[in-house]
């Protein structure tokens, strides 16, 4: 039951601005017994449908929604077809520019789609969830979208931007003016205002 995961960060400061998940078909080279598998599953339970654009529009759109009336952004993205459009509907007339590049340059630092890379990379990595090939694989998708909520708090208020480096991302992007421990995440009511982007 493959699912696809959306997530936008701000560049510079790798904050995680928004993230959220759904299903999509199951893709990839299909050996004879994984389609059969896969008929199987659809006469039980009808087409798994494709939700790969409403969630990226998910994501955008809410992204869209915090933006602070002067803001001015330029959105960076691989060539996927869908995107120009849905940055357009999401982020309006605070959209400057989409800059496309392909997803298939080498992966490495000097890659314009890097952050990201390195973001879904980290997503893989802490979430037990989303490591390949684990038989720690999610059941259900709104378990894992809880579960990706978890990270991305970790992730923009505990861990430091870089190795090496003293802040977050949420204070680099000045959402915060202090590095949060555990216990302020878990110990205690807290609430932050959604911050203008």
């Not at 915090?66 to 309006?92: E, H, M, N, W």
Request: hydrophobic letters at 35%; proline letters at 7%; aromatic letters at 8%.
């Amino acid at each position: 039951m493959p699912v696809t995961q959306a997530i936008l960060i701000d560049e510079k400061s790798r904050y995680i601005v928004e993230q959220a998940c759904d299903s999509i078909r199951p893709g990839g080279r299909k050996s004879v017994r994984r389609k059969q598998l896969i008929k199987r599953h659809e006469r039980s339970h009808g087409r798994r449908p494709a939700n790969s654009r409403a969630c990226v529009a998910k994501v955008l759109e809410a992204a869209g929604r915090r933006l602070g009336p002067s803001a001015r952004i330029t959105f960076v993205s691989d060539c996927k077809p869908s995107y120009p459009g849905l940055a357009r509907r999401g982020f309006g007339d605070a959209l400057l520019g989409h800059e496309r590049h392909s997803g298939r340059l080498p992966r490495g630092p000097g890659n314009p789609l890097f952050p990201i890379n390195h973001t879904n990379a980290m997503f893989r990595d802490n979430i037990s969830r989303l490591r390949r090939r684990s038989w720690l694989v999610s059941k259900r998708r709104d378990r894992l979208e809880e579960h990706a909520w978890i990270f991305v708090a970790y992730r923009n208020y505990i861990r430091p931007r870089f190795n090496g480096d003293v802040q977050t991302p949420a204070q680099h992007i000045g959402v915060v003016d202090r590095r949060f421990r555990f216990r302020d995440l878990t110990g205690r009511s807290w609430r932050i205002a959604p911050a203008s982007i």
